[in-house]
């Protein structure tokens, strides 16, 4: 019933920056966080980063000062801004949200590459 819907992958070069956003395909209330993990090919899945409704965030090292999470409480959209990309982001990047149960979306894929 809930799918989250990630949009906003593509293939970039190094250095450059992509957006991605999700948001849930229905309506949903008492969200109490949303976030993203990514696999990359061969890889386990690793937490990317993560917001509360209250705008609380938490990132991986590998990427805090690089991608930053917001969140639209009222549409219940949630934005990752990617900048200095780097190769090793290549990955499937999946969204998900928990409001008591957790929701995953399909993912989308980021390339970088030159």
């Known amino acids: 019933q809930v799918q989250p819907v990630e949009s906003g992958g593509g293939l970039v070069q190094p250095g450059g920056s992509l957006r991605l956003s999700c948001a849930p395909s229905?309506?949903?209330?008492?969200?109490?966080?949303m976030g993203w993990y990514r696999q990359a090919p061969g890889k386990q899945r690793e937490f990317v980063a993560a917001?509360?409704?209250?705008?609380?965030?938490s990132y991986a090292d590998s990427v805090r000062g690089r991608f930053t999470i917001s969140i639209d409480n009222a549409k219940n959209y949630i934005y990752m801004q990617m900048n200095s990309l780097k190769p090793d982001d290549t990955a499937v990047y999946y969204c998900y949200i928990n409001n008591g149960r957790v929701y995953w979306g399909q993912g989308t894929q980021v390339t970088v590459s030159s």
């Open positions: 917001i509360t409704n209250g705008g609380t965030t």
């Open positions: 229905v309506s949903i209330f008492s969200i109490i966080n």
